[in-house]
Every structure is written in structure tokens, then in C-alpha cells.
């Protein structure tokens, strides 16, 4: 053989070789090396974290309850069972003048860190924090974790000099200390009225419900205010002033205990949301606040959750200008307790959720903010169910911001004082923020975690998709939110409360099988032209981590294909895993397990509503 001619067979199985080594590589590797998980297919792919982050104490001067330190307080909110973080916010105000309602000792601050420490446990996260500026000036805002008190160099209401309030948290962040910081019950014009990019990555929550600082109730239901001060304001729309100023908020409502009532003067909480599996810690929880990975509430029970274009709330989203939003509740009538005095209280049965809207880039609410003072909402659902899904598309620019607001039928909170504008509990989501070309990576999920519940439904949910331009609510009649019976406790006097919430005997996905008397859902408008129902579904197998889909788009009204999965070779709990465009009539579904068995089946959507589904495929991954 020639000397050309070896050397060109050499190169040849040198070619075969590395050729080979790819394929095993990126071709047969295992499935957790090419996906790290899949989209959240309901509430139960979310740690669901509920606290508050805004508090007082007696240490030094400041005003919480006499005699009380950050111990204390950390004791009594550990003693809550569904509580999972809580944080002191004593004020700091600039001259820490002693006789005034203050922190002023370094030292004490320095105390409060270590009973943060030791009140922390695997169930439990205790954070020192600081409520900085005075009664006067305003522009109250929360430090969280910070290492040391806010200097005495910085005068009350410094926002707009060379070295202000946000220049100080933006240091504390380049040294690496791990801080989060929350704007709180605002006032027009607070907070220098202004977007500080430097600091933008530390300011992550908004309180737009703040606690009557007065309560001395134990068993929840003293809620308070959700108004700016003195106004017939929602704090809501203060909220909306300061996302189109350009920051990333998601929203607070908090308690702000001044008395021995740390957790329990009422059901207002900020919730924190984790992909299912998130250990409880407090970099984690800082992380999510930092995040804006919040919703506010003022129902104990409350759950919720949704994705737009497979984001999660609380995030920068990307993919199609038609925004296709899932959104998720839950809102079971459980018991909640006060292992402190003990008291445990029963919400009324039957809590469903009168309404959900959806809000874009303003909310022009007034008053109570609900029936004719809803405002600008873009959307409607009046689903009438203690849980289910809405499926709903949106058109969205660049530079758009989203927020979903829930209506419950009751309340926990029975004595209503200081400005609490609603009989009946209302909850804010995080927005999502419409921004292709910054997105962030999509919350994935383990592929083994958590499942979704199965749903009984026979075809996809319909939803109203009413656009609304103007900034007046529509012509078309709201129905007015009619008084309701005030909910009857049941205030448990016994010394053994229950130690954990009463399970909720269902955690549906969808909206449940409900009594007939529960009202159907009701829309704004009447539905329009739905599309056909893809057919010829049909599934091929690719390797142990893929499978292709492909149908016949049958429909030429549709905005898009939805493509459901459960696992199993008879499942039912079909969740949604992906949305495709209209005319897309494939769809690759990667980072599968090996020998396992999946179903899948698709249905197209428009405005309208959704078609029935396709036929059901199962195919099997290969066990190598």
C-alpha cells in the first residue's frame, strides 16, 4: 500500500472514531444531561412559602410591642405552623436618637443577626431586617440581612444625592453581602420618584396591602389596608407607577405587627414561589425576593401560580407576541392556627374565586377595586370554582408588563379597621415582563417530581380573552359585588391545636367536580369562532430522551397548538408541556426518561376558547 493511500485509510478510522464519540455524546447521553427538567405543569411543581417581611420589636427604641426583641417575635411566627420565614424590620432612622422609635446601637443590631441564627431552622428561616426613613419624610423601605445598621451619614429621605439609599444597597451588593431590599406603603412621589439601574437587582417587592399596625387580635382578622394613606388610592396603582418607571416588583402584603401578634393579626402574607424540590433556606428565600418571585395575599389558604409562553410569573418572558398565559388557583376552605394562644379558625366553606383579571402596564383602580372600580383590566374570568385553570392568549410589545388579581367569595378577616376597602380577599401575582431579546431561562422542573393532579375534563377549558384599550371599564355591565354574610369562625379554645394545615381532600389543576348550585364560569363576551381539532396524531421515537409529535392542523382560525403529557400506559393527569405557533404541526419533546412509557395529545386555541383534542398517542422510550 502506498504511502498516500495509508495515510488516507488512517484518516478515515480516525473520522469513524470521533464521529462515534459524538453520537455517544450528544446523541445516547443520559436525559439529564440534555434537559434539566420540563415546564411547571401546576401548582404542585412550586414550593409555596408563606411569610412576612415587615415587623416590629421593642429593642432600643423601636415601637413593636413592649418588651418584645427579634427572638420573641421569631418564637411567636415559628409558632404558626404554615409560616415558613419571617423578618424584623425594626426602624432605623438617620439621627438614632435615643427616646425616639428607633434602633440606635450598633450593638443591638448586631444581637438581632444572631437571634436571626438561632431562631432558623430546616422549617423555619428568621431574617434580621431594617425599616429605614422616619414617620415623617416617607419613603419607608426594608433592608433585609444587611451585615450592619444604615449609617447615620445618610439624612431621612435620601434618594436623589451622590451617595443616597440606593447608592448604600448597591455597595452592600458589589461587597457580596446577600441583601434584598422592598419599597413599602408608599405615597405618591417616594422613593426619589425614580429608577436607579444600579441598585435594580436588590429592590424586589412592592407592599401593596400593609397591616393595621394597631391589631392586637391573634387569630387573623384584623386585615389591613391595601390604600395609599389618607387616599381612596389603591397602592396598586402606585405599584404601576413604579414598574413603568423601569423597576422589576413583585408584590408584598404584610402585616406590619407593632403589637404581640407576629404572623397572626391577619391573613395578609407574601408568598414566596420555588420550583418544587427548592431547599428552605434563607439564601433562597432572599434569592426569591430579590428574584420578584412573589405573590401578595390576603387569604391564608390561597394558592396560585401561572406561565406566559412557558416563563413563570415573576419573570422576563420571550417567545410569541401572542402571549399564551396559563394560570393556575387554588383556594381550599382550611384551618389555620395560632399554636401561641392556641386558637385554630376555619375559613367558610364553599370560598370560591369570583374573579380573576388580568392587567397590562396600569391597573386605574379606585376605591375598592373590585366590580365597577376594577379599572383597566385587558381580561375577565369568573370561574365560581375553589380551584382550576384558565388558559387564556394575550397580545404583548416589548416592554409590556402583565398581572393577574384574584377575587375570593369571603374572608378571614372579620374586623375590618384601617382602611380595608374589600369584604372579600383579594390576591396579586407577580407581572411577568415582555422582553424577547432579555429573557430569562425558563423555570424547568425535575422531570421526576412532582405530577400533576388528574383531571376529569373531557375537553379543554374556555376562557374570555377581552381586550379592554381604554382606560374606563367597558360598556358592557359588570356585576356588582353584593355584601355577604360576615364567615362564621370556629375559634377552637383547646390547648391542642392542630400542629400543620387540615389537608385539602382535593388539589385540583382544573376546576373540580362541584356541587350544582356553584355557578357555571362566567365571561365577558360572548365566545367567538373556535378552531377544529388537530387529528392524526402521531408519535415517533428517537432515542431513549426523544420523541416527535406530529398532527393535522385542521383549523384556519387557530392562535396555536397546545401539546399535554402524562406518564403512564393508561395516565389520565394529562399537563400541559409546551405551545407551539399557528401552523406548526410538530413538536420534539426532549429530555425524556429511558423505558418509559408516555401519552400525549393536542388542541388548538384562539381567542375564543380551545378545540377538542386530538387522538391520544402512547410511545415508549427504549432502555438504551
Not at 80 to 103: C, E, M, N, Q, W
Not at 108 to 117: E, H, N
Not at 415 to 444: E, F, I
Not at 472 to 494: F, I
Request: aromatic residues 10%; glycine residues 8%; hydrophobic residues 30%.
Amino acid at each position: 500500500m502506498s504511502t498516500n493511500r495509508r495515510m488516507i485509510w488512517i484518516l478515515f478510522l480516525v473520522s469513524v472514531v470521533f464521529l462515534t464519540f459524538l453520537f455517544a455524546l450528544f446523541i445516547d447521553q443520559p436525559p439529564a444531561a440534555r434537559a434539566a427538567g420540563r415546564l411547571p405543569a401546576g401548582l404542585e411543581d412550586y414550593e409555596t412559602w408563606f411569610g412576612s417581611q415587615h415587623t416590629h420589636i421593642n429593642m432600643d427604641g423601636d415601637d413593636g410591642a413592649t418588651g418584645s426583641t427579634a427572638a420573641t417575635a421569631f418564637a411567636y411566627a415559628g409558632n404558626i405552623p404554615f409560616l415558613k420565614y419571617f423578618i424584623v424590620s425594626p426602624h432605623v432612622h438617620a439621627g438614632r436618637s435615643v427616646g425616639d422609635t428607633t434602633l440606635y446601637n450598633d450593638t443591638t443590631y448586631s444581637t438581632i443577626l444572631s437571634q436571626a441564627d438561632s431562631a432558623t431552622t430546616a422549617s423555619f428561616v428568621a431574617i434580621a431586617g431594617q425599616e429605614i426613613s422616619t414617620i415623617s419624610s416617607g419613603g419607608h423601605w426594608n433592608l433585609f440581612n444587611a451585615s450592619a445598621m444604615v449609617g447615620r451619614d445618610h439624612p431621612d429621605g435620601d434618594w436623589n444625592d451622590g451617595d443616597d439609599y440606593y447608592d448604600h444597597v448597591a455597595g452592600l451588593g458589589a461587597a457580596g453581602e446577600d441583601v434584598a431590599a422592598q419599597f413599602n406603603h408608599a405615597n405618591t412621589g417616594d422613593f426619589g420618584n425614580r429608577y436607579d439601574a444600579n441598585v435594580a437587582s436588590y429592590f424586589g417587592t412592592f407592599a401593596v396591602s400593609s397591616g393595621y399596625t394597631g391589631a392586637t387580635c391573634q387569630n387573623f382578622y384584623e386585615n389591613g389596608s391595601n390604600l395609599e394613606y389618607s387616599t381612596n388610592n389603591p397602592l396598586e396603582n402606585l405599584w404601576a407607577h413604579y414598574l413603568n418607571l423601569g423597576w422589576k416588583l413583585s408584590p408584598a402584603a404584610d402585616q406590619d405587627n407593632h403589637e404581640a401578634t407576629w404572623g397572626a393579626s391577619s391573613t395578609e402574607y407574601t408568598v414566596i414561589l420555588r420550583p418544587k424540590g427548592t431547599t428552605l433556606d434563607r439564601t433562597n428565600v432572599l434569592q426569591a425576593l430579590r428574584q420578584h418571585m412573589t405573590y401578595a395575599t390576603e387569604d391564608a389558604n390561597m394558592r396560585i401560580g401561572f406561565i406566559a409562553n412557558g416563563w413563570s410569573m415573576g419573570q422576563t418572558i420571550g417567545g410569541d407576541a401572542n402571549i399564551a398565559f396559563t394560570i393556575w388557583w387554588n383556594n381550599p376552605s382550611e384551618t389555620i392556627c395560632n399554636n401561641n394562644v392556641p386558637v385554630c379558625v376555619t375559613e367558610q366553606a364553599d370560598d370560591v374565586i369570583q374573579n380573576i383579571w388580568i392587567y397590562k402596564n396600569s391597573f386605574g383602580t379606585s376605591g375598592n377595586s373590585v366590580g365597577s372600580n376594577a379599572g383597566n383590566f385587558v381580561a375577565r374570568y369568573q370561574p365560581n370554582t375553589a380551584s382550576g385553570t384558565w388558559d387564556i392568549t394575550l397580545a404583548a410589545n416589548p416592554g409590556d408588563w402583565f398581572v393577574v388579581k384574584f377575587q375570593d367569595k369571603y374572608t378571614f378577616a372579620t374586623g375590618q379597621t384601617y382602611g380595608r376597602t374589600v369584604s372579600k380577599d383579594l390576591t396579586w401575582s407577580a407581572p411577568v415582563w415582555y422582553d424577547p431579546t432579555n429573557a430569562d431561562p425558563q423555570l424547568l422542573v425535575e422531570e421526576d417530581g412532582a405530577t400533576s393532579t388528574p383531571t376529569e375534563t373531557t375537553t379543554p377549558p374556555t376562557e374570555t380573552n377581552t381586550p379592554q384599550p381604554t382606560n374606563t371599564p367597558t360598556d358592557t355591565p359588570l356585576p356588582t359585588d353584593t355584601p355577604t354574610s360576615t364567615p362564621t369562625r370556629t375559634n377552637t379554645s383547646t390547648r391542642t391545636p392542630s400542629p400543620t394545615r387540615t389537608p385539602s381532600p382535593t388539589r385540583t389543576t382544573r376546576p373540580s367536580n362541584t356541587p350544582t348550585r356553584t355557578p357555571s364560569p362566567t365571561n365577558t363576551l360572548a365566545p367567538g369562532v373556535l378552531p377544529d381539532a388537530p387529528t392524526n396524531l402521531v408519535a415517533q421515537v428517537v432515542s431513549r430522551s426523544q420523541i416527535n409529535l406530529s398532527w393535522t392542523d385542521n383549523s384556519a382560525n387557530e392562535t396555536g397548538f397546545r401539546i399535554q403529557r402524562c406518564k403512564g400506559s393508561t395516565c389520565t393527569n394529562f399537563a400541559l408541556i409546551a405551545s407551539v405557533g399557528s401552523n406548526v404541526t410538530s413538536y420534539s419533546n426532549f429530555g425524556l426518561n429511558a423505558n418509559t412509557t408516555y401519552r400525549y395529545r393536542v388542541y388548538a386555541y384562539n381567542a375564543s376558547g380551545n378545540s377538542g383534542y386530538s387522538n391520544i398517542v402512547m410511545a415508549t422510550t427504549p432502555r438504551r
